[in-house]
């Protein structure tokens, strides 16, 4: 028997490594190491640096998993070496050279697109850059629907921002070319398009999970469904 993946878990915009709680506990309690380091949400090329320098230094192979934004970052750090298989989350799966802007164009915009607050964050010797966050009032509507509104309040006060040059970015490699994956499309998402999801899924050749009704947040509100996911890559991968 081959060696168990280690599960690294990338958060999107607008949450944290927090956001995959419940998926971590699901996860551990079956035995599968785990780990969800903070994506720096600056830029997709180097995220997608930090994320992949995380994988090389784990010992063993490692099976990259990524929500939302999180989806392009894995897509183009899953070409390290030691990765074995890539899981989608309600995720963008980019191709070669193509932006998230790009990609959602194709199809109906979600309400996400109107509902960005913009801010300004310090760039070392250049001019201070944008960052946007969702509005706090139309935060539960699209980004956590099925999440208690308890819950959401936090979610909405923590969410972290992502920088807006995210959108034009291209991606500099599909890691879904040659590696195996695996998608969850949440069927209430507001933040996606479900559809940009199904395609990017069908496009990649994954093997589709469809969770009817689930939101944009489905790691926090069906951590038992995600993980499930997870250990059928893990198990495939092994």
């Known amino acids: 028997m081959g060696t168990t993946p280690t599960v690294l878990l990338v958060h999107g915009a607008f949450a944290d490594a927090g956001s995959w709680s419940g998926v971590i506990a699901e996860l551990q309690n079956q035995g599968i190491p785990v780990v969800a380091p903070p994506n720096p949400l600056r830029g997709l090329a180097s995220d997608a640096a930090y994320i992949a320098s995380v994988a090389s230094q784990i010992d063993g192979p490692v099976v990259l998993v990524g929500h939302s ?10 070409t390290t070496e030691n990765v074995v298989g890539l899981v989608y989350v309600a995720a963008y799966i980019p191709e070669e050279g193509e932006g998230l802007g790009e990609l959602q164009g194709r199809f109906p915009l979600s309400p996400l697109v109107s509902n960005l607050s913009e801010k300004t964050y310090p760039v070392d010797g250049e001019e201070p850059a944008v960052e946007v966050t969702i509005k ?18 936090v979610l909405a006060a923590a969410q972290r921002p992502l920088a807006a040059s995210t959108f034009t970015e291209t991606a500099s ?4 070319k040659t590696k195996p994956s695996w998608a969850l499309v949440a069927g209430a998402d507001g933040a996606i398009n479900p559809e940009v999801e199904r395609f990017g899924a069908k496009r990649a050749g994954a093997t589709v999970v ?20 997870i250990r059928d890559a893990v198990r495939a991968t092994t």
Not at 69 to 78: E, F, L, M, N, R
Not at 136 to 153: L, N, Q, R, W
Not at 211 to 223: E, K, L, Q, Y
């Open 69 to 78: 934004y999180g989806g392009a970052v894995i897509s183009v750090a899953g």
């Open 136 to 153: 706090a009032k139309a935060y539960p509507g699209i980004f956590a629907a099925d999440v208690p509104a308890a819950v959401t309040k």
């Open 173 to 176: 490699a599909a890691a879904w």
């Open 210 to 229: 469809e969770i009817d009704g689930a939101s944009h947040a489905v790691a926090v509100s069906r951590p038992k469904e995600v993980a499930d996911l």
